[in-house]
């Protein structure tokens, strides 16, 4: 299994520069001069260009880039073009907050979507089963930001229940965690649904029911665990689909964490953090998926990797 998960890690760098090259480009796409946007108005047309040599933006792309590549590799992320700090730093500094909010949409959309779809399933074709997925159509239609606006006007403003903003204590954490979470659960519950539904037709849960095992050892020690191998596929996609909704996210609920960072970066066109989130992202979704291929061995030992 060590085997396998080194090669899976190799088999990820070209997917990691892939983005970072696309990443590099569209920046550099993007219109605005980040120099001129860093200087005074006062500046001269001298001072600009010894800043900008000084950054190196003087250097063709490819230069750059190749620098920025020989750098990462080393750990050095370069410094940020607005204020100075290691990327590095800055990064680390929220990457706690982005990962504590993700964890915590990705606990909610597992536990309520994985409960509402075994009782789905259990209900098949009844009012129960329909209103679920009902809620799981409309959990993965309504946007996250919208729904955060919503939250904020009911729970912040009107029922003064939870702020509205900011980090600090587990009350701020809660609206945009559901916020964020409420789209996953409701393709978790999807999922698991049509997965238990198929199980509760195979044969040994039959055989199980004719020996006399109750209902709740059925589900939970035999039916669910075989279920849950397509569930945990969806599981690590949706954290790289919540960490990408973080980005707008923490911006509705000024949450500081790395999708704030990234907001605020491109629109400074911050070159190297915006690089440097999206590298640290994108090896955290490759890294999850490798956790989440394993999981396969443990939910079904006769899964083995060579």
Request: aromatic share 8%; proline share 5%.
């Amino acid at each position: 299994m060590l085997r396998y998960a080194v090669k899976r890690l190799l088999q990820g760098i070209p997917t990691v520069l892939l983005v970072c090259v696309l990443v590099f480009l569209l920046m550099h796409m993007v219109p605005g001069d980040p120099v001129r946007i860093m200087s005074d108005r006062s500046a001269t047309p001298e001072d600009i260009e010894i800043l900008r040599r000084s950054l190196g933006l003087d250097q063709p792309l490819h230069v750059q880039f190749g620098m920025w590549i020989s750098r990462a590799a080393q750990g050095d992320l370069g410094r940020s073009i607005r204020t100075g700090h290691q990327v590095t730093e800055e990064l680390l500094y929220r990457l706690p907050r982005t990962l504590l909010l993700t964890c915590a949409s990705l606990l909610f959309s597992v536990l309520v979507g994985i409960l509402a779809g075994i009782l789905a399933s259990l209900r098949s074709g009844s009012v129960v089963d329909v209103t679920v997925m009902i809620k799981a159509v409309l959990g993965m239609s309504v946007p996250p930001f919208w729904l955060g606006l919503m939250f904020i006007l009911l729970f912040s403003v009107t029922l003064n229940w939870f702020p509205s903003g900011g980090s600090g204590t587990w009350r701020h954490l809660v609206l945009p965690a559901l916020s964020l979470g409420l789209a996953g659960m409701g393709l978790v519950a999807r999922m698991t649904r049509s997965t238990m539904l198929e199980v509760l037709r195979e044969d040994y849960v039959r055989t199980a029911r004719s020996k006399g095992l109750s209902e709740r050892t059925i589900i939970y020690r035999h039916a669910l665990k075989n279920a849950m191998i397509p569930t945990v596929t969806v599981i690590g996609l949706q954290f790289g689909i919540l960490m990408a909704g973080a980005v707008v996210t923490e911006r509705v609920f000024s949450w500081p964490g790395m999708g704030w960072l990234l907001v605020r970066s491109i629109h400074d066109r911050d070159f190297p953090v915006v690089q440097g989130a999206l590298l640290l992202s994108s090896i955290s979704f490759i890294l999850v998926n490798i956790t989440v291929d394993m999981l396969y061995a443990v939910l079904d030992p006769r899964i083995r990797y060579q």
